[in-house]
T-cell receptor, first 115, second 112 residues
Framework: SAVISQKPSRDICQRGTSLTIQCQVD?????MFWYRQQPGQSLTLIAT?????????ESGFVIDKFPISRPNLTFSTLTVSNMSPEDSSIYLC????????????FGPGTRLTVL | KQEVTQIPAALSVPEGENLVLNCSFT??????LQWFRQDPGKGLTSLLL?????REQTSGRLNASLDKSSGRSTLYIAASQPGDSATYLC???????????FGPGTRLSVLP
């Protein structure tokens, strides 16, 4: 399995500001994924981030709102830009399994509250 | 578009009971199905992964089944314990296991 850490674990932000969430993996992985979990709901994939290329965004998510960086094979960031209360969610990063690309491992998540 | 539902939304049982969680999906063209548990502040933990060609997987007190033709999967938990209290999510993997589509989850409480 992969060990994934995220920073910050939680934050409270003001409307109109931006927050960058970091995701660090203990091994090199090709693909990293960013998910959002809104209150009381399940996970929704935001984008897939490959090292060295632009992230691929799912329907309903755009790069201007959720810019993603993937500078190397163990690290990625997700920025939530120009935040509104509707962005209050848990944001999780995940990676594909080592040795088995059929599963995914998840970080602990970042709980974001926008006032 | 794949749609996933889970029944019940919440469940509360006394310790020691056997229980079944249900997951239904609309598109049977899946690559695999995975059950996760989610604990507050701890992200998701993978419990069982069933490939599309498989019918079930077992790990300890957990058994997951898959019936693609009916669009259903069940997670059976034997002899439940308070430590099993968590939210259980099923996720359908398409496209070589990527692009997971998650169900809304079942929130389980096991009472001592």
């Amino acid at each position: 399995s992969a060990v994934i850490s995220q920073k910050p674990s939680r934050d409270i932000c003001q409307r109109g500001t931006s927050l960058t969430i970091q995701c660090q993996v203990d091994s090199q992985v090709t693909m990293m994924f960013w998910y959002r979990q809104q209150p009381g709901q399940s996970l929704t994939l935001i984008a897939t981030a490959n090292q060295g290329s632009e992230a691929t965004y799912e329907s309903g998510f755009v790069i201007d709102k959720f810019p993603i960086s993937r500078p190397n094979l163990t690290f990625s960031t997700l920025t939530v830009s120009n935040m509104s209360p509707e962005d209050s969610s848990i944001y999780l990063c995940s990676v594909e399994g080592r040795g088995s690309k059929d599963t995914q491992y998840f970080g602990p998540g970042t709980r974001l509250t926008v006032l | 578009k794949q749609e996933v539902t889970q029944i019940p939304a919440a469940l509360s049982v006394p310790e020691g009971e056997n229980l079944v969680l249900n997951c239904s999906f609309t598109d049977s063209a899946i690559y695999n199905l995975q059950w996760f548990r989610q604990d507050p502040g701890k992200g998701l933990t993978s419990l069982l992964l069933i490939q599309s060609s498989q019918r079930e997987q077992t790990s300890g007190r957990l058994n997951a089944s898959l019936d693609k033709s009916s669009g259903r999967s069940t997670l059976y938990i034997a002899a439940s314990q308070p430590g099993d209290s968590a939210t259980y999510l099923c996720a359908l993997g398409g496209n070589y296991g990527q692009n997971f589509v998650f169900g809304p989850g079942t929130r389980l409480s096991v009472l001592p």
